[in-house]
């Protein structure tokens, strides 16, 4: 069934999230600041609007992915935010990988609604346009079900994990998994030049070979070590520091997994 969708944060990954999400046959409202990604989101069949209220007002469902804590507040908060021009029965989704004290905070500004659910993402631009991101949620059941098939548009997968805030402590687990698992294949990478193996060859080998990761294979189709922490640092330090954050605020220790983030090659500190 399709339903009214607003969007706002038409970026990086944002945008072909429209795409789909107007191919999917749903009416979605858009709030983009750029005039060309106003322009191209018109033109794929979006609705695109002129401030976060008017994206907000008319939705069921409103689906916000930004880039940082700072951005969300920015776009929920306030007299003219999602939170104070929702309607009661909408349910929001934040694609934004944050913290949980900033999510459990914002959802409690309007307890009567709209409901709040976190939704951090796991997968690329091109896993959206594919349709087949990731996504977790974090909230009650009754508003993960009714946003699941609006979601599908470019998701395959989407994984319920329990009460707000979980599918945010979820992904702040995978990310620094992840950022140590590049690490490691940089540090591997290390190893096999001292061997006389190129960067490329020792990769495409890996990626045939138990040795294999995701974070191996995002290098190497990424183009290389160079490449890809040009591309993918800014958002691996971003959620390192989430999850660094996150947990000291907890008081817990990220042991091995934050040595080897912090002592690896790439830059995510």
């Given amino acids: 069934m399709s339903k009214v969708v607003g969007f706002i944060g038409a970026g990086q990954m944002g945008e072909p999230m429209v795409v789909r999400l107007v191919a999917a046959g749903h ?11 106003r322009d191209r989101l018109r033109a794929a069949g979006a609705e695109v609007v002129d401030s976060v209220r008017e ?4 939705s069921e469902v409103i689906i916000a992915c930004l880039f940082s804590d700072q951005q969300l507040r920015e776009v929920l908060s306030g007299p003219d935010g999602v939170l104070a021009s929702a309607r009661g029965d ?20 309007r307890p009567d609604g709209p409901v709040l659910l976190d939704g951090p993402v796991s997968g690329s631009a091109e896993d959206i346009a594919a349709g087949r991101l990731t996504v977790l949620l974090g909230g009650p059941s009754a508003a993960v079900e009714a946003v699941r098939p609006v979601l599908s548009a470019y998701s395959s997968s989407v994984l319920a994990t329990g009460a707000l ?8 687990v995978n990310n ?21 193996i190129e960067e490329d060859q ?23 070590l160079a490449k890809f922490e040009k591309r993918a640092a800014p958002f691996l330090r971003k959620d ?30």
């Fill in 27 to 37: 009416r979605t409202v858009v709030y983009a600041r750029q005039d060309a990604v």
């Fill in 55 to 58: 994206a907000a007002a008319s």
């Fill in 90 to 109: 909408a349910v929001m989704v934040s694609h934004t990988t944050g913290t949980v004290s900033t999510i459990t905070e914002l959802a409690a500004v």
């Fill in 165 to 172: 805030g979980s599918a945010l402590g979820v992904k702040l």
């Fill in 176 to 196: 620094a998994l992840f950022a140590a698992n590049a690490q490691l294949v940089a540090v591997a990478a290390e190893v096999g030049r001292k061997l006389g």
């Fill in 202 to 224: 020792l990769l495409q080998a890996l990626s045939v070979a138990s040795g294999n990761s995701y974070a191996a294979d995002s290098i190497r189709r990424t183009g290389g």
């Fill in 240 to 269: 390192v520091a989430a999850c660094v954050s996150a947990t000291a605020e907890l008081g817990i220790d990220l042991g091995g997994l934050g040595a080897v983030i912090a002592d690896g090659p790439f830059d995510l500190n």
